[in-house]
């Protein structure tokens, strides 16, 4: 089973974030504001909370092919792995094991742990599949796990070829943003 690096994604988006905050000092574009809004509302709404979290993880409702075409892509481009990745450890790990030593993310750990280190040590080799059996069968799913990588930087590419403002305000901060609103929840 393929596990992204971590590295791959968050460094990127952690850096175009830090580049937005700055600029909003300088020389913000205009309606960056609703860019971010609206990117945010897409990205971490409907991606990750609504797809990875509540869609896939948790089986909460069902939707039409294509509305879970957008909004797994919407969450692939956030950056936060892929959908058997998320799911698995969410799944598997975090509510099986909630705030002990094998939740990946525990806060008893320490607040640095539970922000930002658990991705970088948890061992991604020891990941079972079992708690995702579902989604590893789900053709679309699996493909998208496959090919994570991939589509998150053509994606990334296609989007800043298109509109170098509406990549930066409209997915990276958005990212950026989600990044840490989870970050902030996992260690408090």
């Known amino acids: 089973m393929y596990w992204a690096p971590a ?8 850096l175009a974030g830090l580049y937005c905050i700055y600029s909003l000092f300088i020389s913000p574009p ?3 504001w ?14 990750i909370s609504g797809c990875y979290h509540r869609l ?3 089986r909460g409702f069902q939707t039409t092919v294509w509305r879970r075409r957008i909004i ?4 692939m481009i956030a950056g936060q792995g892929s959908p058997i990745y998320w799911a698995t450890i969410h799944r598997g790990y975090h ?3 909630a705030d002990t030593e094998h939740d990946p993310h525990t ?3 320490g607040f640095w742990h539970a922000y930002t280190l658990w991705m970088f ?3 991604r080799n020891y990941l079972s599949t079992r708690y995702v059996t579902d989604l590893i069968k789900d053709k679309e799913i699996n493909f998208a796990h496959r090919h994570y990588m991939l589509i998150f930087w053509i994606s990334h590419v296609l989007l800043l070829v298109i509109s170098p403002t509406i990549w930066l305000w409209g997915v990276m901060l958005p990212a950026f943003i989600a990044y840490h609103s989870f970050a902030l929840n996992n260690t408090f």
């Open 7 to 14: 590295w791959g994604m968050f460094l990127p988006i952690q």
């Open 30 to 32: 205009a309606y960056w």
């Open 95 to 97: 509510h099986r094991y």
């Open 121 to 123: 040590r948890f061992k």
């Open 107 to 109: 806060p008893e750990k």
């Open 72 to 75: 797994l892509w919407f969450a």
């Open 56 to 58: 896939l993880s948790h």
């Open 34 to 47: 609703a860019y971010t809004f609206l990117g945010y509302v897409c990205l971490m709404l409907l991606g």
